[in-house]
């Protein structure tokens, strides 16, 4: 009865209409049973060979997923999709647009698995692309820090003999910066013959999130020096360089200048910057008359900033007014510690489920990294959290970190169990900050990939100081950069140091 309604409601589309509304199937991700599917293509078969083409793309989606537990349902594989596309793509013109609008799709609705499938059909039948295909993908692999993908649309492009514009190599560039592989980044800048804003742009926050924040304001000096005007997310990368490396004058003419050099309007974000380049240099009380002086109401993430600071400094006092400015703004986000752990100062606060109070032993775990290391096909992805491992290779991964445990210890490591807020006995406070999940992520990293690999984690919290000081000891045991990506920033470890200098 739905088949036959279908035909009929469909019987008096126009091709244009009915092709339309095949894409909204896509789109909308609508579940139809075989009996749909096959209307469909009986429908579609009436339209000529150019729409015949051009369903042939779409049918993908329909057999892709899992329509529904009934005997008249499709539950083909992936790979039967992917026959389905490989046998369309020599049936007319049509489909080169619909594969290329698929890319693009996957890529902005950040589905890289899918947007790479494509891509490599695409490599297979030697489609074209154009410059926001490359763009739409580009972006994609570089929101999900995925180095070996973004390298092999990088090759391709080179290999294909594609010239990319000035849109293109700004992706490449943010894809590199964002992935932790700057000196990439810098080299396919320095090969531009023609940059914009967004170029420079790209290239000083890249070098500012990766440790090498000097080089970003020496590279702002040459963008002034090209005659190429800064705009306000120039200004982000520059006060995030002075940020790292402490340069709180410089950070504050920087700041001065956007407004009277060049017109420029303060976002809440260059408000959150200059909180934080203040309040890490310890000058509390002055973040604090900033927030109170500033045109805006400040929003939360400008008080989560003075508040981590106070943190770190042991201001509980203006740590608690920051707190309460916060519970004004989301009741819900913070809560006592005490309430977590058992006790503690009164009036100290902690972030809800945001991994800052972790277990004592392997039974939960709230924060979670991702341990990313090279293969030659592709970016392997494994996922830890705090305090927990279901893995069939836990036992090697916990046996690797006991073993380090001993010979950081050999080379000066001292846990720093402030860290763990949980009332439990020291040992256990130990053993908790040994199951952090970097550590986790380290672990798993050293035992499955050769001596000498450089091990990618990416944090969705910023490093405990007693993890950051763990990493650097043990980037000189192992002999291994270790690059962690936490929430603020690129850290590189390497040979007992990191390249934030123990600034972050």
Not at 255 to 280: F, I, P, T, W
Request: overall charge positive; hydrophobic content about 35%.
């Amino acid at each position: 009865m739905a088949s036959t309604t279908m035909m009929q409601r469909a019987a008096g589309i126009s091709k244009l209409r009915y092709l339309t509304a095949i894409i909204k199937v896509r789109e909308t991700g609508l579940r139809y049973n075989y009996t749909h599917v096959q209307s469909f293509r009986f429908l579609i078969s009436r339209t000529g060979n150019k729409a015949q083409s051009f369903i042939g793309i779409r049918s993908k989606y329909l057999f892709v997923k899992p329509l529904s537990t009934s005997e008249n349902s499709v539950s083909q594989t992936p790979s039967y999709a992917r026959g389905q596309v490989g046998a369309s793509y020599n049936r007319g013109t049509g489909v080169t647009s619909a594969v290329i609008e698929d890319l693009r799709i996957a890529s902005k609705e950040g589905k890289l698995d899918e947007a790479m499938e494509l891509f490599r059909n695409i490599q297979q039948q030697g489609i074209p692309m154009d410059s926001i295909s490359y763009v739409c993908i580009l972006q994609c692999c570089a929101d999900s820090k995925a180095l070996e993908e973004g390298r092999k649309v990088h090759e391709h492009m080179v290999g294909s003999g594609f010239r990319p514009d000035v849109l293109v190599d700004n992706k490449i560039i943010e894809m590199y910066g964002k992935c932790g592989r700057v000196q990439e980044a810098r080299q396919v800048f320095d090969k531009m013959s023609e940059r914009d804003c967004a170029s420079w742009n790209y290239m000083i926050a890249g070098l500012s999130y990766n440790g090498l924040a000097e080089e970003a304001i020496q590279l702002f000096n040459q963008m002034k020096e090209a005659g190429e005007r800064p705009n306000g997310n120039t200004f982000l990368g520059v006060l995030s360089a002075c940020i790292r490396l402490g340069l709180v004058d410089e950070g504050l003419r920087y700041y001065e200048a956007m407004d009277k050099e060049y017109g420029l309007l303060y976002s809440m974000q260059h408000y959150v910057c200059m909180v934080d380049l203040l309040s890490r240099a310890g000058r509390l009380e002055e973040a604090e008359e900033f927030i109170n002086k500033m045109p805006t109401k400040p929003s939360v993430a400008v008080w989560e900033t003075l508040r981590n600071a106070c943190k770190s400094r042991g201001n509980e006092v203006m740590e608690k007014r920051a707190a309460e400015k916060i519970s004004e703004m989301e009741p819900n986000r913070l809560v006592p510690r005490s309430n977590l752990s058992g006790g503690g100062a009164a009036g100290r606060w902690a972030n809800r489920n945001n991994g800052v109070n972790r277990s004592s032993g392997r039974d939960i775990g709230m924060d979670t990294d991702i341990m990313k290391s090279p293969t030659p096909k592709a970016s392997t992805v494994h996922e830890y959290r705090a305090g927990t491992l279901s893995h069939p290779q836990r036992e090697e991964i916990y046996a690797k970190l006991e073993g380090l445990a001993g010979q950081m210890k050999e080379a000066g490591y001292v846990p720093d169990t402030k860290y763990v807020l949980h009332d439990v006995d020291e040992a256990q406070k130990e053993i908790a900050l040994m199951h952090h999940s970097e550590r986790l992520a380290i672990a798993y990293g050293l035992i499955s990939t050769p001596p000498g690999t450089t091990l990618r984690i990416i944090k969705n919290l910023r490093v405990c100081g007693d993890c950051h000081n763990a990493i650097k000891i043990m980037s000189k045991i192992v002999q291994r950069e270790l690059i962690v990506r936490d929430a603020k920033r690129f850290h590189h470890f390497k040979d007992g140091k990191c390249s934030c200098g123990d600034y972050w």
